[in-house]
């Protein structure tokens, strides 16, 4: 005849009010890691709690329960909920949901070990995609920031991997593509050309960051090209034109993606000031992006610079 399998109880439910309650010293967390017990303190007035503490009734000698209890499994948030109260924002007897081990099957510190270390951080992905969905709820990457206690720029940078292609997302999630490859990835929003890319360099040896980063920016012009700077990225992005930004390498301003969209800008833009300049009673001016060298002089002479894009006018003037 089989043996019957024996059912598991749970251990029980109870609020049990804040001043009851005492921190236990067989918890085994001593070292600060992550968010602050003031921060954790904001987000429990904000959201309340989302975890119960653990807790073991305290006895007398007599084996018989004194009424109070400490507290070996959830100390942070015990904590949190006590700088809640000092700031009068909750009252000391306040109920506080607890699960209460009274069968004590297994020791203290062994509960507050298996707190910490069962639990499971969330995937770079799944965070990334978290904080999309809140992006889409409304919430600008401030609020965000400031729900979660990190900075508004570590929010865009999370954003930005949530946009890269699904394709390679689900690569990264399988651990076929790493995280610093996604970051390179996501300068552009081009999934069919992040997915060109993939596909030219997935059975190479070069799949380096910075190769994908230079790949995805071979067409385009960068931001401190002398025409990116004399049309500026202002006039540029009005035009229409995307300027492709690295949020997490430094990109000196990034690349102007649209080339011929920037040339044209140049191209009307010296137009205006050559006209401006001619305005002022010039005899000739003349527009382009660039001018030839001039005659290489004698020997022992210097030679002159080459001139930058702007117009040039001659030394006689129609005043």
Not at 106 to 131: C, G, K, Y
Not at 139 to 145: A, K, R
Not at 293 to 305: E, F, I, K
Request: aromatic fraction near 6%; hydrophobic fraction near 40%.
């Amino acid at each position: 005849m089989a043996k019957a399998i024996q059912k598991i109880a749970m251990n029980a439910a109870e609020n049990i009010p804040y001043d009851r309650l005492m921190l236990s010293q067989k918890n085994v967390r001593r070292i600060k890691d992550g968010v602050t017990i003031e921060q954790l303190a904001e987000d429990i007035g904000r959201r309340k709690l989302l975890q119960s503490l653990n807790v073991r009734p305290v006895l007398d000698g007599d084996g018989e329960e004194t009424g109070t209890f400490e507290v070996p499994a959830g100390g942070r948030r015990y904590l949190a909920l006590g700088i809640l109260i000092k700031q009068k924002r909750l009252a000391k007897n306040e109920p506080i949901p607890c699960i209460v081990n009274r069968r004590q099957e297994t020791s203290a510190e062994e509960d507050s070990i298996a707190e910490n270390l069962r639990r499971a951080d969330l995937h770079p992905l799944d965070q990334f995609r978290a904080f999309k969905t809140l992006s889409d709820q409304g919430l600008d990457p401030d609020e965000i920031g400031a729900r979660f206690f990190v900075s508004p720029a570590t929010v865009r940078q999370r954003l930005r991997l949530a946009s890269v292609s699904l394709r390679l997302l689900d690569l990264y999630e399988k651990d076929e593509i790493r995280l610093e490859q996604v970051m390179a990835f996501s300068i552009s929003d081009d999934h069919a050309r992040q997915e060109q890319i993939w596909e030219r360099i997935s059975n190479s040896h070069t799949q380096e960051p910075y190769y994908i980063r230079r790949l995805l920016t071979e067409t385009t012009v960068r931001a401190d090209d002398r025409r990116a700077v004399y049309v500026g990225a202002e006039a540029y992005e009005a035009a229409g034109g995307v300027v492709l930004r690295d949020l997490f390498e430094q990109d000196s301003g990034g690349w102007f993606q649209d080339a011929a969209l920037l040339e044209q800008l140049v191209f009307d833009k010296l137009k205006v000031d050559a006209e401006a300049i001619r305005a002022e009673g010039w005899k000739w001016v003349e527009a382009a992006i660039s001018f030839p060298m001039a005659t290489p002089p004698a020997c022992g002479a210097s030679t002159p610079r080459p001139r930058s894009s702007a117009p040039r006018r001659s030394n006689a003037t129609t005043r």
